[in-house]
């Protein structure tokens, strides 16, 4: 009956309509409110993500740069024992390459301010660009009285100077110590102006960063308003790290408190991370609505957003769809990216929506996350730069010792390394036999002149004292934890294949490879350099001397490498700033044959 008023056909327009009446409008409503609750929540754990890791990102910093402190003053204290002989009582400490170790110590780093060395009667030495004040001269007494009882001492911070002038820096100290005895103490003031610097970036980037010690007291801040020293425990965040002790070394807790502000009571969102070697923290804190603003609006904007929907979605329904799903998997796609570690990725997408504002805030995350990371890589290449830059003026001092030796450990260095990478060598190894190289003869700096710049022959016991140079070469960087891979070529690159090496007569395979290819190269430049007990041979003279040696003493495939490295070009010999008059007259002394043609004592 009703059938007749039907039309033949339905358009497909109607049957759209229909479709999208009855399914849309409830979903669509649903399908909003989830929306909403989902990026709610991404929001606010980007908000928090984001405090987490600028304060992990400066607590790391303060890690580094502490460490850092402490490896340069344990190089420094372990010249100093060698320099001086274990024995730093009475007139001793000053002597004139001590205090050349110190100075040239402070001015390894802009951000030491001064340094003193102190012997077992309080007296000593210092360099720098400050004079302690009273405050300082209190926290030197206090370190000297942890380094008579073997300890490390992290002062508190101070504020030195007056008006614009004025800086915030802190009390470093190690014990100096020789075989058990009490030697005397290094201390160093460290400039926290690189800290601050670091708070005043965040600062203006939205968030209130401090530091505060283990008892809640503040350490450096971006405002002026926060002055070293200031008890913030009235802070519920600070006055939780400071109760949670221990504990607080393994939490990174972001939470909301309160805060007084006059008449007027702000919560706040903030973070603390912890400095596990200084035991401070540091924290960063935001007003919560500033904080989740971007949370508000999108609440705000979502809720028209579906009304909308709602009473346009017969017109608009597919071509939302689209732009609600094409955004989520540009944004799912930027995360998974980011997760694998690449901060380089931007959601390109221009909308006036809710999805736009959350690519906004997408895209500041990924910035500053970007921004902070490389922080943290050019503060490691800082601080690789600084420990090599020791490394190479440690190994100056000890070719500044013997004229005829000058930039001997360079040589070396660049011909184990071309060795290394001749040998097919990984990168991490051929960095361990730069460091290795460099540093192979270290030992000399605690032989006596007399012996090292001998121009004669040397006796019995003149040559078992130079042979010790590779175990005090051991011995000075053994305390020093990341050079535990080195020591094998600085201890054996004098041992031999066929057994009559020093220090421990090692055969064949018991030598590493390491001190195998230092010993090839320290053999190479010791033939083409002038000595004062050999003039320089040429590079065929000295390869043939060296391929005589293949097998017996020195190892065959480092043997090989060289002379491959040679027949490309890559090897040019420096000319020599001996005389060879000096060298003619140094090659009439009584020496056996053998040593005139290669001296191991004596490289």
């Known amino acids: 009956m009703f059938e007749k008023f039907l039309p033949k056909r339905i358009p497909i327009l109607y049957v759209i309509l229909g ?81 050349a170790l110190l100075e040239n110590f402070v001015s390894s780093s802009s951000d030491l301010d001064y340094a003193t060395l102190l012997n077992s009667d309080a007296k000593g030495i210092s360099a720098g660009r400050i004079e302690p004040d009273a405050f300082l001269q209190k926290e030197l007494e206090a370190a000297y009285a942890a380094a008579t009882d073997a300890r490390a001492y992290n002062g508190q911070p101070l504020v030195v100077g007056n008006g614009k002038s004025s800086r915030t820096v802190m009390l470093v100290s190690t014990p100096v110590t020789y075989g058990g005895r009490f030697l ?50 009235n802070l519920e965040i600070v006055r939780n790290f400071v109760e949670q002790g221990r504990k ?165 260095t660049k011909y184990s390394i071309l060795i290394a990478k001749e040998l097919g060598m990984p990168e991490d190894f051929q960095e361990i036999v730069r460091v290795s190289a460099q540093l192979h003869d270290v030992g000399k700096i605690g032989i006596e002149d ?32 990341q050079l535990k891979e080195m020591i094998p070529g600085i201890e054996l690159h004098h041992e031999s294949l066929d057994g009559r090496g020093y220090p421990h007569g090692l055969k064949t395979d018991e030598i590493p490879l390491l001190p195998r290819i ?27 001397i060296i391929r005589s040696l293949s097998g017996k003493r020195l190892d065959p495939a480092a043997v090989i490498a060289i002379e491959a490295i040679y027949a490309r070009g890559e090897i040019g010999v420096p000319p020599q700033s001996m005389s060879m008059a000096a060298a003619a007259n140094a090659s009439t002394t009584d020496k056996p044959v053998i040593a005139a043609t290669i001296e191991p004592d004596r490289m």
């Open 450 to 481: 007399r012996i090292l710049k001998k121009p004669g022959a040397l006796t019995a016991e003149e040559f078992d004292i130079m042979k010790t140079h590779t175990t005090k070469g051991a011995n000075i960087l053994r305390p020093v934890s």
């Open 184 to 233: 005397g103490m290094i201390a160093s003031v460290v400039d926290l102006d690189y800290l601050i610097r670091r708070l005043r970036e965040i600062d203006r980037g939205g968030l209130t960063p401090y530091v505060v010690d283990s008892q809640g007291r503040l350490v450096a801040g971006a405002s002026p308003e926060y002055a070293t020293g200031q008890d913030m425990t």
């Open 19 to 99: 479709v999208l009446v009855g399914i849309s409008v409830v979903p669509m409503y649903f399908y909003s409110a989830q929306v909403q609750s989902i990026n709610r929540e991404r929001l606010i754990t980007n908000e928090r993500l984001l405090q987490n890791t600028v304060t992990r990102s400066i607590a790391d910093d303060i890690s580094e740069h502490q460490e850092s402190f402490r490896l340069m003053q344990a190089n420094l204290a372990s010249a100093l024992q060698v320099a001086s002989g274990g024995d730093l009582t009475g007139d001793h400490v000053q002597a004139p390459e001590l205090r």
């Open 518 to 544: 230092i010993a090839v190269a320290d053999t190479f430049d010791a033939l083409t350099t002038n000595r004062p007990y050999q003039q320089a041979h040429s590079c065929e003279d000295a390869l043939r």
């Open 248 to 412: 607080a070394q393994m939490l990174a807790p972001t939470r909301e408190f309160n805060v007084d502000m006059g008449k007027k009571n702000v919560v706040m969102l903030g973070t603390y991370s912890a400095v596990s070697n200084l035991n401070w923290a540091v924290v960063v804190q935001k007003p919560r609505d500033e904080a989740y603003s971007s949370v508000y609006e999108m609440q705000r904007t979502a809720r028209w957003l579906a009304i909308t929907a709602v009473c346009l979605s017969i017109l608009i329904g597919i071509i939302a769809a689209r732009r609600i799903t094409n955004p989520l998997e540009v944004l799912t796609e930027s995360s998974h990216a980011i997760a694998r570690g690449d901060f380089s990725q931007r959601v390109q997408l221009n909308s006036r929506t809710e999805i736009g504002e959350l690519a906004s805030t997408f895209n500041f995350m990924s910035h500053e996350l970007e921004h902070f990371i490389e922080d943290l890589k050019r503060a490691a290449a800082e601080n690789r730069e600084l420990f090599m830059n020791s490394i190479q003026m440690l190994a100056g001092a000890v070719d500044e010792k013997d004229p005829y030796t000058r930039g001997h450990s360079d040589r070396v």
